[in-house]
């Protein structure tokens, strides 16, 4: 399991109506392509770019402009629960059914630092803690920190024996299908080539 490192120095000193000011900064920057991705581009996700790039607007416009061309060439959306499941068939890679104490998803990772690394770039893996169930004071200091330990699995050292479902998981995750599937349909399909060319045009 792995967290991301603590708020920035920025972040800490930041006003919530400068964190807006900011967050309209980028918008601004991304141009009319925002409206088109609503979720990508909300509040809360413009504020994690911003976070990424320590409150630069121009580097988190930049880097958000990266995921959405990312989005757009490769579309990460049309990826379907049976192309995946044999990952989490044996809990090895799942989205957990809980939050972290600030409300952002959790997604759980048992295969070992040795083959998590290698899917992560220089600066991220930087960025990323690693938390060792069996070592004390990773525990106390990160999961305890940042998970409800009454709903961690026990697997992690928490309180939770229900364990992973798989069945009642793959129930769920093809139920997000449809609703993602509707999601992009409802947003895309309209206009078939509209938004690559627009975006395209304004980086």
Not at 112 to 131: A, D, H, N, R, S
Request: charged fraction near 35%; aromatic fraction near 10%.
């Amino acid at each position: 399991m792995s967290f991301k490192r603590s708020k920035s120095e920025a972040e800490k000193t930041l006003s919530p109506e400068e964190q807006q000011t900011m967050i309209g900064e980028v918008r601004k920057i991304i141009g009319p392509i925002a409206d088109k991705f609503s979720t990508l581009c909300s509040d809360a996700s413009v504020l994690r770019y911003l976070r990424a790039r320590n409150y630069n607007t121009k580097k988190a416009a930049k880097m958000l402009k990266g995921s959405i061309k990312w989005r757009l060439e490769f579309k990460p959306e049309k990826i379907q629960w049976d192309d995946v499941a044999q990952e989490a068939e044996r809990g090895r890679l799942y989205k957990a059914d809980y939050m972290d104490k600030q409300g952002r998803i959790v997604f759980v990772i048992r295969p070992g630092i040795q083959m998590v690394k290698p899917f992560l770039e220089p600066k991220t893996y930087k960025k990323v803690i690693f938390v060792y169930p069996d070592n004390p004071r990773s525990r106390r200091m990160v999961m305890e920190e940042h998970l409800d330990m009454d709903k961690l699995e026990s697997y992690f050292g928490g309180k939770n024996t229900v364990g992973f479902n798989y069945e009642a998981y793959a129930q769920k995750m093809k139920e997000d299908d449809k609703s993602m599937s509707d999601v992009f349909d409802s947003c895309c399909s309209s206009s078939p080539g509209f938004l690559s060319s627009e975006f395209h045009e304004s980086v």
